[in-house]
Nanobody, 127 residues
Framework: QVRLVESGGGAVQTGGSLRLSCAASGDVNSIHCMGWFRQAPGREREGVTIIDVSDRSTTYTASVKGRFAISKDNAKNYLYLQMNSLKSEDTAVYYC??????WGGGCPNEARQYHYWGQGTQVTVSS
């Protein structure tokens, strides 16, 4: 079992920055992939960014490339999401996720393929 607890959400103006943190505990050594998903009101959950915890390779959804950065502190078992140049469309509940690589492949991109989820943290961007 892996427990994920997010923090760092809040309200910020357009163009501002926030850093989300996710504390992982439990059987974290079994995890291959971690990342962030988000869900805005009335919309489906969307993958934001994923990191392979072994080789540190990352993927980002197109709308956040160049603005968001994922990182992981393996020593402290923390996952971070640095969000810069925030836009109103970034408003959502952000979830930390953890799971395993696809058999014979890399880290999955779909929400249903992640077994562990945090409780979510709200990010609100307003002008």
């Amino acid at each position: 079992q892996v427990r994920l607890v997010e923090s760092g959400g809040g309200a910020v103006q357009t163009g501002g920055s926030l850093r989300l943190s996710c504390a992982a505990s439990g059987d974290v050594n079994s995890i291959h992939c971690m990342g962030w998903f988000r869900q805005a009101p009335g919309r489906e959950r969307e993958g934001v960014t994923i990191i392979d915890v072994s080789d540190r390779s990352t993927t980002y959804t197109a709308s956040v490339k160049g603005r968001f950065a994922i990182s992981k502190d393996n020593a402290k078992n923390y996952l971070y999401l640095q969000m810069n140049s925030l836009k109103s469309e970034d408003t959502a509940v952000y979830y930390c996720v953890a799971g395993w690589r696809i058999w014979g492949g890399g880290c999955p991109n779909e929400a249903r393929q992640y077994h562990y989820w945090g409780q979510g943290t709200q990010v609100t961007v307003s002008s």
